[in-house]
């Protein structure tokens, strides 16, 4: 079965303190995997995508096959993070299935 | 990129009533989606909106209680039909962009009483 699993409801960290967002999925194939975000008051956007290899205000994922994850993390929390960060693979044709979520709360 | 609305934002409606959800986009796209966000959970896609075909369902969902409309390429609607206390959700849109990158709407939140 296809599955993206995020194991933490809440990550609670400090500013300045790492943070690591844990995203492991199942899918039998090639997956495209996807980090999207929602902030207080506003619609979901994409984060980051594992195909583009970038770092996005300072956040990277790398997408390793062999452990099935997709970890969200950046080295230096700023309050401005906190939000709800949703892990996400394509079944193709931009058919997302969603994990259940993580909201990050970063406080000063 | 493309910017999506979506009507009513919010609404509270009696259980066995029906409710149609619109969402325009700026831009022509070809795949427009709906996905349904139940308190505390996460996103579930409903189904797929072609423009000129019937819209495709996922397992769980039916046409009977979510019928679809996607008259041209910035347009389409979602139905809750015969709704009751279960079906209130966020309701969002989503077009389908090059890369697989997609754009979501604000949302509609729905409370059925």
């Known amino acids: 079965a296809q599955r993206v699993t995020q194991p933490e409801k809440l990550l609670s960290v400090f500013k300045g303190a790492p943070v690591e967002l844990k995203c492991n999925y199942s899918?039998?194939?090639?997956?495209?995997l996807f980090w999207y975000v929602q902030y207080s008051r506003q619609r979901l956007q994409l984060l980051l995508r594992h195909i583009s290899r970038e770092s996005i205000k300072g956040f990277t994922a790398d997408l390793n096959k062999g452990e099935t994850s997709f970890h969200l993390k950046k080295p230096f929390a700023q309050e401005e993070d906190s939000a709800m960060y949703y892990c996400a693979l394509t079944r193709g044709y931009n058919k997302l299935i969603f994990g259940a979520g993580t909201r990050l709360a970063v406080h000063p | 990129s493309a910017v999506i609305s979506q009507k009513p934002s919010r609404d509270i409606c009696q259980r066995g009533t029906s409710l149609t959800i619109q969402c325009q986009v700026d831009s022509q796209v070809t795949m427009m989606f709906w996905y349904r966000q139940q308190p505390g959970q996460s996103l579930t896609l409903i189904a797929t909106?072609?423009?000129?075909?019937?819209?495709?369902?996922e397992s769980g969902f039916v046409i009977d209680k979510f019928p679809i409309s996607r008259p041209n390429l910035t347009f389409s609607t979602l139905t809750v039909s015969n709704m009751s206390p279960e079906d209130s959700s966020i309701y969002l849109c989503?077009?389908?962009?090059?890369?697989?990158?997609?754009?979501f709407g604000p949302g509609t939140r729905l409370t059925v009483t």
């Open positions: 909106a072609n423009q000129g075909s019937e819209a495709t369902y």
């Open positions: 899918y039998s194939g090639s997956p495209e």
């Open positions: 989503s077009v389908g962009q090059s890369s697989y990158e997609q754009y």
